[in-house]
């Protein structure tokens, strides 16, 4: 466990084979993609309130044009804002 800004992850443990969020940054951190191993998958709303998708993205391995990200919206959600760091960096 631990407590601390969710929108960083936990990068003195990754990589991870799976990562789920439970709160909605309006983008994707990019420190939790970077935090995927190669074939991880990742499961997160997306977006502000009212208009929050649930995403599904999977990290495809490292190309010379940087990483590959499938991402597939599985249906609409309601969840809390992520707040703190991620409003700042990625809202």
Same mark, same amino acid.
Request: with cysteine.
């Given at each position: 466990?631990?407590? #601390?800004?969710? &929108? $960083? #992850? ?8 799976? /990562? /789920? +969020?439970?709160?909605?940054? *309006? ?11 190669? #074939?991880?998958?990742? /499961? /997160?709303? +997306? ?18 044009? #940087?990483? $590959?990200?499938? $991402?597939? *919206? +599985?249906? &609409? +959600? ?8 991620? $409003?700042?960096?990625?809202?």
């Amino acid at each position: 466990m631990r407590a #601390g800004d969710g &929108s $960083q #992850g936990w990068p003195e443990a990754a990589p991870f084979d799976a /990562i /789920i +969020v439970t709160c909605a940054p *309006a983008k994707v951190p990019p420190p939790l993609v970077e935090q995927l191993r190669d #074939g991880g998958r990742m /499961i /997160i709303p +997306v977006g502000p309130m009212g208009d929050q998708e649930l995403v599904l993205l999977r990290k495809r391995g490292e190309h010379k044009r #940087g990483e $590959q990200l499938e $991402q597939q *919206a +599985v249906l &609409s +959600v309601r969840f809390v804002p992520m707040t703190g760091g991620a $409003q700042r960096r990625f809202g």
